[in-house]
């Protein structure tokens, strides 16, 4: 996983618990190097996943809990990021429809080793869209955070309807739909 993925994640979590809460999910998370993370380098998965287990320990919210909020906040910092390809759609039927051909195409050749899911368009037109999301890591609750950040930038709060629909028992795949209401 990307360490763009680990440092706005600790970011997260010092904005909205502490710097003190940062060094306790380290700490917890028994992490082979000490948790030193840099957004250009490339960390195994399974540390994730120790540093979400440790913040819901301490915190007593559920694991999808708070990767949904991470995904939303997520966005917010992709925006910072890399504005140019959220500025080159007009709303959030349009981003998702673009995200495997497009925007996470454009980020494999920045990021060669980046761990990205797959999302198969099967149907889209301006009212509604169906995509399939596929991943080994599980991380529909992140593309749920994502999408709903992409909602609030597109001010489409409240007149866009997403439903989600899990094709698999263990996570690797979920329909989304986002209709207009
Ligand atoms: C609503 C739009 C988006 C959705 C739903 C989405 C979904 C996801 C998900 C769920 C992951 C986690 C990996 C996995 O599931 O296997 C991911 C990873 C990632 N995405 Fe996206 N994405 C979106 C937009 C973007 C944008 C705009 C960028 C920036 C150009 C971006 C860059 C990345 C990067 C750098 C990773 C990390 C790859 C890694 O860890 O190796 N995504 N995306």
Same mark, same amino acid.
Not at 3 to 22: I, N, R, Y
Not at 75 to 86: K, N
Not at 89 to 111: N, P
């Given at each position: 996983?990307?360490?763009? *993925? @680990?440092?706005? @994640?600790?970011?997260? /979590?010092?904005?909205?618990?502490?710097?003190?809460?940062?060094?306790?999910?380290?700490?917890?998370?028994?992490?082979?190097?000490?948790?030193?993370?840099?957004? *250009?380098?490339?960390?195994?998965?399974?540390?994730? /996943?120790?540093?979400?287990?440790?913040?819901?320990?301490?915190?007593?919210?559920?694991? %999808?809990?708070?990767?949904?909020?991470?995904?939303?906040?997520?966005?917010?910092?992709?925006?910072?990021?890399?504005?140019? @390809?959220?500025?080159?759609?007009?709303?959030?039927?349009?981003?998702?429809?673009?995200?495997?051909? !497009?925007?996470?195409?454009?980020?494999?050749?920045?990021? %060669?080793?980046?761990?990205?899911?797959? @999302?198969?368009?099967?149907?889209?037109?301006?009212?509604?869209?169906?995509?399939?999301?596929?991943? %080994?890591?599980?991380?529909?609750?992140?593309?749920?955070?994502?999408?709903?950040?992409?909602? !609030?930038?597109?001010?489409?709060?409240?007149?866009?309807?997403?439903?989600?629909?899990?094709?698999?028992?263990?996570?690797?795949? !979920?329909?989304?739909?986002?209709?207009?209401?």
């Amino acid at each position: 996983m990307k360490g763009v *993925v @680990f440092t706005e @994640f600790l970011g997260l /979590v010092e904005q909205q618990f502490s710097a003190d809460m940062v060094d306790d999910i380290i700490d917890d998370a028994q992490l082979p190097h000490g948790g030193a993370y840099t957004a *250009v380098g490339t960390y195994p998965f399974p540390e994730m /996943v120790a540093l979400i287990v440790a913040l819901s320990r301490r915190t007593g919210l559920a694991v %999808p809990v708070l990767i949904h909020a991470f995904g939303q906040h997520l966005f917010g910092r992709f925006f910072v990021l890399y504005p140019a @390809f959220i500025n080159a759609c007009d709303s959030t039927i349009g981003l998702v429809s673009h995200i495997e051909q !497009v925007i996470h195409t454009e980020v494999r050749k920045l990021y %060669p080793d980046a761990e990205l899911p797959s @999302f198969d368009v099967e149907s889209h037109t301006a009212q509604r869209l169906s995509v399939v999301y596929r991943s %080994p890591r599980c991380l529909a609750d992140l593309a749920v955070g994502l999408i709903d950040g992409a909602i !609030v930038h597109y001010g489409e709060q409240g007149h866009l309807q997403l439903t989600r629909e899990a094709l698999d028992a263990e996570g690797t795949a !979920v329909r989304f739909i986002l209709e207009k209401t």
